[in-house]
């Protein structure tokens, strides 16, 4: 059936439940959220003599637990103003509602009697073909639909999101054996492409396919740390980046999800599977049943493996919890030859090999940690998935993991990895024996451009399902490389499209991009139809310009090289929006200073939601002068011409510009005016490469003519200069700013308004190119800039000097 999502119930208004409202809000749902009405008043309502049937009385419970979504951070919503799609209501009054529904979602208590009396009365009211799903992490799915009508069953399952939905971007789906195959394709699809998730089909198993390797991975790593004698800080420091996860670190990330969710996922799961070969890992170790003992659970309680408080002096300290006396004190340095003979390695992948071969105490870790998540996940096929895939897929996108489990042992070398684990005391599943046996050295390859992995069932290698729509650069190289230098690759798309990545550290746009950039445009125009700028960074899109060349110019006060650079900058900039054919660019994650420049000047922008977009570079004493500048300048005057108050929108994206803004979702950039109504939001980032190929040929194909450089850009001279002085100076008289924001920004009020003309008038982009590069050359000879822009490039945070 064409089966479409209008409008959702969700019943259960707890953290989770507000918050998967607030995603489904995000893709532009209707949401209908739920909850209990109170049995008893509270002091404040009997003072005001309400009554338990009072609306406000009623609804307390789902108000307060929106209230509390809607004020926490990181914010669930894109912008506070789609809060207006959820409707809050409560069980007595509004459960009748669901009848509309195209989807009801349980998000209730884990306790399965009172799960099932809920659905009892669903049952009764929902319309028949409604879907219906519970997002339970602990309960088997198939005992919820027990009992059920038949067309509950048919379209009952299982639908796990991550917490915070809106951030983390697993979606487990778990069918009964009633649940119907087009539901379960439907949600696979909708999940994927309307919500944005990475959507893994799982097995009706105990904690799912994530929370048994994610949870297994973080018990067996703190046995482990008992065993050796492990500090708090040096286990996040290995369980973080330098292993391609979160930075939070094990510990860290403990607190932050809560200790006790960790706990009753382990004590669930060590009754629960008894036929697990290691389910004795999921016995608490010691520190935790101390940390249990003493409530101390995390960030909600204020304390667990961290705590923080304040010293003498006011000032706000992380305190470390030490695990041989149970005392807090001050977080020491971490250091191990293994770590720092790893920080010459850039590539993760190549990053294992010397990780896992240390000498030291850090080696002796990732040796038992390590190669035992090889084994214990090789055990778990076909026990919680089918495919190794599976496996990879949920423990990257649920736990933030930069790379799978097998795709850790890939990097290794399957046989490595065998050899290792044997020398370790470990043995994997049969089936890897056998495949290496088979002659197959690797779980994944590339082949034709498309991503294989080894499948147990036929025992050869098959194309991953379900991404069909989805272009991946890693698996396109290196056979359709067309040019590369060191910051950047061009690769071919097919259908005649290009793509420009950059891989510069943090994307950063030194000569390498500007060379790739040109390098791809003059490819393009001669060869093909359209060109993509876009990458797969899991930091950046592009994080801005390479400031350690211009440091050192400005120090050396070379004038003229600083001049060259930006001018070559902005030729680059304007030649990716006046090329002779279609540039699409597609940010994601931070597009900074000149990573949001060049998203300003692309033909069409397709953004992921999550990008954060800013020009920043008055936090480091500069103006945006890649364009930037004279790009909101015209934009703003562009909106003039459409009967807009001038001055009111040009003072807001001075605004933005003065204070450094960046957007919190591509939706608040399109709200800053860094995206424009016609250019495109994808909310999955694995289809972002895809998605903007498709735009470019969708402009080739609509007859992409080239554009000229403007000449009737609209400035307001001394009338919006006078406003910006004004208000700078007032800024500056209250202590608001320093003597060097002050300069900053009256530059940058000079450039954005067209400088000091006497009336409003029309002006050329060059003109306004060439007055935000005064501006930025000015400012780089300014001791204040230089001492920011040193700060910054030896890791500290720029003075407000």
């Known amino acids: 059936m064409n089966r479409s999502i209008k409008k959702v119930a969700i019943l259960g208004s707890g953290i989770m439940g507000s918050r998967i409202a607030c995603h489904f809000a995000n893709i532009g749902v209707d949401v209908l959220l739920l909850d209990i009405a109170p049995k008893e008043l509270t002091a404040e309502e009997t003072a005001k003599g309400l009554s338990l049937t009072h609306p406000l009385v009623k609804n307390r419970i789902v108000n307060l637990a929106f209230q509390q979504t809607l004020k926490s951070k990181p914010a669930s919503l894109y912008v506070s103003d789609f809060a207006k799609r959820i409707k809050l209501g409560n069980f007595d009054d509004n459960l009748q509602d669901i009848a509309s529904a195209?989807?009801?979602?349980?998000?209730?208590?884990?306790?399965?009697?009172?799960?099932?009396?809920?659905?009892?009365?669903?049952?009764?009211?929902?319309?028949?073909?409604?879907?219906?799903?519970?997002?339970?992490?602990?309960?088997?799915?198939?005992?919820?639909?027990?009992?059920?009508?038949?067309?509950?069953?048919?379209?009952?399952?299982?639908?796990?999101?991550?917490n915070p939905p809106r951030y983390l971007r697993l979606l487990e789906i778990i069918p009964t054996p009633q649940t119907s195959p087009d539901v379960i394709q439907f949600l696979l699809r909708f999940g994927q492409t309307n919500l944005g998730k990475t959507t893994v089909l799982c097995k009706d198993t105990p904690a799912f396919i994530a929370n048994r390797i994610g949870v297994y991975s973080m018990m067996q790593t703190m046995k482990v740390v008992e065993e050796l004698g492990l500090t708090v800080e040096q286990v996040d420091k290995l369980t973080s980046k330098v292993v391609g996860r979160p930075k939070s670190g094990t510990f860290r990330l403990s607190d932050v999800v809560g200790l006790d969710t960790t706990v009753h996922v382990a004590n669930n799961l060590y009754k629960a599977v008894a036929n697990d070969e290691s389910k004795d890992i999921f016995i608490l170790p010691k520190m935790l049943q101390k940390l249990m003992e003493n409530k101390w659970l995390g960030d909600k309680t204020g304390q667990g493996f961290y705590k923080k408080t304040k010293n003498a002096q006011g000032k706000t300290e992380i305190l470390s919890l030490d695990l041989q006396t149970f005392e807090y004190r001050a977080a020491q340095k971490v250091s191990f030859e293994t770590l720092d003979r790893s920080k010459a390695i850039d590539s993760l992948p190549k990053r294992f090999e010397i990780l896992l071969a240390g000498k030291d105490l850090a080696g002796e870790f990732y040796r038992r940690t390590i190669l035992d998540g090889f084994r214990y996940a090789s055990h778990r096929i076909p026990e919680i998935a089918d495919d190794l895939v599976k496996i990879d897929q949920a423990i990257c996108a649920g736990f933030g993991w930069e790379m799978g489990i097998f795709e850790t042992w890939d990097a290794l070398g399957v046989q490595k990895g065998l050899d290792l684990m044997h020398e370790n005391g470990m043995e994997a599943a049969a089936w890897v024996v056998e495949m290496v046996q088979k002659g197959f050295t690797s779980f994944y390859k590339n082949e034709g451009g498309k991503r294989l992995y080894y499948d147990l069932t036929s025992k050869n290698y098959r194309a991953i399902e379900g991404i069909e729509n989805q272009i991946f650069l890693s698996s396109l190289k290196p056979d359709k490389i067309v040019y590369?230098?060191?910051?950047?690759?061009?690769?071919?798309?097919?259908?005649?499209?290009?793509?420009?990545?950059?891989?510069?550290?943090?994307?950063?746009?030194?000569?390498?991009?500007?060379?790739?950039?040109?390098?791809?445009?003059?490819?393009?125009?001669?060869?093909?139809?359209?060109?993509?700028?876009?990458?797969?960074?899991?930091?950046?899109?592009?994080?801005?310009?390479?400031?350690?060349?211009?440091?050192?110019?400005?120090?050396?006060?070379?004038?003229?090289?600083?001049?060259?650079?930006?001018?070559?900058?902005?030729?680059?900039?304007?030649?990716?929006?006046?090329?002779?054919?279609?540039?699409?660019?597609?940010?994601?994650?931070?597009?900074?200073?000149?990573?949001?420049?060049?998203?300003?000047?692309?033909?069409?922008?397709?953004?992921?939601?999550?990008?954060?977009?800013?020009?920043?570079?008055?936090?480091?004493?500069?103006?945006?002068?890649?364009?930037?500048?004279?790009?909101?300048?015209?934009?703003?005057?562009?909106?003039?011409?459409?009967?807009?108050?001038?001055?009111?929108?040009?003072?807001?994206?001075?605004?933005?510009?003065?204070?450094?803004?960046?957007?919190?979702?591509?939706?608040?950039?399109?709200?800053?005016?860094?995206?424009?109504?016609?250019?495109?939001?994808?909310?999955?980032r694995s289809q972002l490469i895809a998605e903007a190929k498709r735009e470019a040929l969708a402009l080739a194909d609509a007859g992409y003519v080239q554009k000229q450089q403007r000449s009737d850009v609209w400035v307001e001279g001394k009338q919006g200069l006078a406003l910006f002085k004004a208000g700078i100076f007032s800024m500056k008289m209250g202590n608001y700013i320093s003597e060097h924001d002050s300069l900053i920004a009256n530059k940058l009020a000079y450039a954005i308004c067209g400088g000091d003309l006497d009336s409003p008038q029309m002006v050329t982009e060059q003109y306004l190119l060439d007055l935000e590069r005064e501006a930025f050359l000015s400012l780089s000879g300014e001791k204040k800039t230089l001492e920011r822009i040193s700060s910054l490039l030896n890791g500290g945070k720029p003075p407000r000097n």
């Open 484 to 684: 590369q230098n060191d910051d950047a690759t061009i690769v071919d798309l097919g259908d005649d499209i290009i793509c420009l990545e950059f891989h510069s550290k943090m994307n950063t746009m030194g000569q390498g991009v500007l060379e790739g950039i040109q390098k791809a445009i003059d490819l393009a125009e001669k060869n093909y139809r359209g060109l993509v700028i876009g990458n797969e960074g899991v930091e950046a899109f592009s994080a801005g310009a390479n400031l350690g060349m211009l440091f050192m110019f400005a120090a050396n006060q070379e004038f003229d090289e600083v001049n060259n650079m930006i001018a070559v900058f902005q030729n680059t900039m304007m030649r990716v929006r006046y090329s002779s054919i279609p540039v699409v660019v597609a940010p994601h994650t931070l597009a900074l200073g000149g990573g949001c420049e060049i998203s300003l000047h692309a033909d069409r922008l397709v953004a992921h939601a999550e990008t954060y977009m800013g020009l920043v570079e008055v936090g480091v004493g500069l103006i945006p002068a890649g364009g930037g500048t004279k790009e909101m300048a015209m934009r703003m005057g562009d909106a003039r011409q459409s009967g807009d108050v001038e001055l009111n929108r040009l003072q807001q994206a001075f605004m933005n510009i003065a204070t450094a803004k960046v957007s919190t979702s591509a939706y608040e950039a399109k709200e800053m005016n860094y995206i424009r109504p016609f250019d495109r939001i994808v909310l999955n």
């Open 102 to 162: 195209d989807w009801i979602m349980e998000v209730i208590v884990e306790n399965l009697d009172i799960k099932k009396s809920l659905f009892e009365k669903v049952d009764a009211i929902r319309t028949k073909g409604t879907l219906i799903s519970s997002n339970t992490s602990g309960i088997p799915i198939h005992l919820m639909a027990e009992g059920r009508s038949d067309d509950f069953q048919k379209h009952f399952c299982g639908t796990h999101f991550f």
